[in-house]
């Protein structure tokens, strides 16, 4: 869906009712359902769905599982829906939209191609071609015929990943980590970023475009201070791979910048928080 321009009528219409501002607001970190978004909101479930209901109407929210009876559904924010909550959060919080390719057959996570095949790229090139095409040799996709704009799985992408890990390290993920680091700036939508003569801050508060090009699910917020950026994923439950993959792509930005720094995880959605935190600071 194209950005219709519409953000200030848009903006009035959620701001002229509560309902309509908290359900949205909620909306932000995840998708949820009706009654997650009555608990969170403190709103009756009535008014939710009425809001729902309003919100959709007008292309700011969605339904991802259409099929699934009603108060099962599971709503998210549009790229209309995210850019409005942006103006209404305010410049310095950066807001991508959790519906980018919702299916009518219901919604499925995916990854571009596009990083995909770069990483293999660089798998064979520092593992070899034989050695590697042995090693993914079990894996359910046929990297042959992969490309820049299939859109994979989550579940495939985190099975290769599996592969790799069990092929390659230790299993601490250590070497999925180190992988990335190395391998990030050959990804296109990152390098076509990272090349940027702009300053580090600039450039992570870019990270949220490359997110919403690669990936058709989950959310990026970015936060910058002098010589710090936090990165939260709200993200469906990541694999420890996936959360290393992150780590480590974070840890080849500062690389390549040749900026001499530290990536902390701080929060993880695997020990119970609502997202996964990565810190950088140099
Ligand atoms: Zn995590």
């Known amino acids: 869906m194209e950005p219709r321009g519409h953000v200030w009528l848009d903006f009035s219409f959620v701001v002229s009712s509560g309902y309509r501002e908290k359900v949205l607001a909620s909306l932000a970190p995840k998708p949820k359902v009706p009654s997650q978004l009555a608990e969170e909101t403190d709103l009756r479930i009535v008014h939710v769905s009425r809001a729902l209901r309003e919100l959709s109407d007008r292309g700011l929210v969605e339904c991802l599982t259409p099929d699934v009876k009603a108060r099962g559904r599971l709503y998210g924010l549009t790229p209309d829906g995210a850019a409005l909550l942006s103006e209404l959060n305010g410049s310095r919080r950066y807001v991508t939209p959790t519906v980018r390719e919702a299916t009518k057959e219901g919604f499925v996570p995916k990854i571009r191609g596009s990083s995909v095949v770069r990483f293999l790229e660089y798998l064979r090139k520092t593992r070899g071609r034989s050695v590697v095409a042995d090693a993914i040799a079990s894996w359910s996709v046929d990297a042959d015929k992969l490309t820049e704009d299939t859109w994979l799985s989550v579940e495939a992408c985190a099975a290769l990943l599996e592969i790799v890990e069990t092929n390659f390290g230790d299993g601490s993920y250590g070497s999925i980590r180190k992988l990335f680091s190395e391998a ?27 997110y919403a090009k690669e990936w058709n699910y ?30 480590g792509i974070y840890e080849g930005g500062l690389i390549y910048r040749g900026v001499k720094g530290k990536v902390t995880k701080t929060q993880c959605v695997r020990t119970g928080s609502d997202h996964c935190e990565y810190r950088v600071e140099w």
């Open 184 to 210: 990030m700036s050959t990804f296109p939508t990152v390098r076509e970023q990272l090349t940027k003569a702009i300053p580090l801050t600039a450039l992570a508060e870019r990270a949220p475009i490359v």
């Open 218 to 247: 989950g959310r990026l917020e970015v936060t910058t201070e002098r010589r710090k950026i936090v990165f939260r994923h709200y993200d469906w439950m990541p694999t420890p791979a996936m959360c290393a993959m992150f780590h």
